[in-house]
């Protein structure tokens, strides 16, 4: 069984904005990450603010 960790920004920065471009909502991202594996929340908020400004504006923000 292969577990995951969401502990780096990068990686949750890119697997944000790939759930996102599929259709995954948001406010359901953080439910299906921790379902993988184990996720450093307050790394996840600081991504979401990024993500969120990053939608609001349209353009990325680097990682």
Excluded: N, Y
């Amino acid at each position: 069984m292969v577990f995951w960790r969401f502990d780096q920004k990068t990686t949750l920065l890119t697997i944000i904005r790939e759930l996102h471009a599929r259709g995954v909502s948001l406010d359901d991202i953080d439910v299906r990450l921790c379902e993988i594996g184990p996720v450093d929340l307050d790394l996840l908020r600081e991504c979401f603010h990024e993500i969120t400004a990053e939608i609001a504006g349209g353009e990325p923000v680097a990682a």
